[in-house]
């Protein structure tokens, strides 16, 4: 199969690349076995820079020979602002999810039920709670959370 792009295509694909590749980057670059195929794709995709006008996007790392992303002093804002978005979001809902968590299994074992037991008939409780922090975080940030002295390590 042969996909045909235009240049504007390819410059958008660049990007896509570009950002995949800061959530990629984030534990390390081709180290992880799981990624190399990824790596690899983006090394054939970068590899046609040129027959697309767009050698002014790519380079090529002096230390380990890979094409990556050339970046000038200001990366496209867009690009950037999609990231921060993502670790914002990623970041809430993750906490969100752990608290709700949490707080699910003290109260279930306060009712007396077991780590794994009847978990599924608290799934509408588990919602509840993720709804609350949602609110609470979403009004207040995180001004309202605290953490006791056991958690904040002052045994």
């Not at 180290?31 to 767009?54: G, W």
């Not at 690009?79 to 969100?96: G, M, P, S």
């Not at 949490?102 to 599924?120: F, N, W, Y």
């Amino acid at each position: 199969m042969k996909i045909d792009f235009t240049k504007e295509e390819y410059r958008t694909m660049v990007e896509l690349l570009s950002l995949c590749g800061m959530v990629m980057e984030a534990y390390g670059r081709g180290n992880d076995p799981m990624k190399r195929k990824y790596y690899a794709l983006e090394q054939k995709i970068y590899s046609n820079c040129e027959d697309f006008s767009s050698g002014d996007l790519i380079r090529r790392d002096s230390q380990s020979g890979q094409l990556a992303r050339k970046w000038n002093e200001n990366p496209p804002e867009y690009v950037i602002k999609t990231y921060d978005q993502f670790v914002d979001d990623a970041f809430w809902e993750e906490l969100i999810f752990r608290m709700a968590e949490r707080d699910l299994k003290l109260e279930m074992e306060c009712a007396g039920i077991a780590p794994g037991d009847g978990e599924e008939s608290w799934a509408e409780r588990r919602k509840e709670l993720e709804y609350a922090y949602e609110q609470e975080f979403r009004d207040k940030g995180l001004s309202s959370l605290s953490l006791s002295a056991e958690l904040a390590g002052e045994n």
